[in-house]
């Protein structure tokens, strides 16, 4: 890029974590550490199913459906 726009670019510009995170839309999710990527992961993980035979685990949703709210129907 130096070469041909004659601008210095970092790697981060090019195309790290934060641009495909907040601009390209490559990448969901952005993590301050490894350890923090991990916890997301797991968390991740644990809304699928063990196999192919089981079914996703259920969380039980208070509230649901929200009440109706007649200012939305104007």
Known sequence: IRQV???EV???Q???AVIHGTTSGVAHFVTETEQEC???IRKLLS???SNNLE???RTEVS???PE???VLDD
């Open 5 to 7: 726009l004659a601008e």
């Open 10 to 12: 970092t790697h981060e």
């Open 14 to 16: 090019l195309g790290g």
């Open 38 to 40: 991990f916890l997301l």
């Open 47 to 49: 809304f699928l199913p």
């Open 55 to 57: 079914e996703p685990p």
């Open 63 to 65: 509230g649901w459906p």
């Open 68 to 70: 109706e709210n007649p």
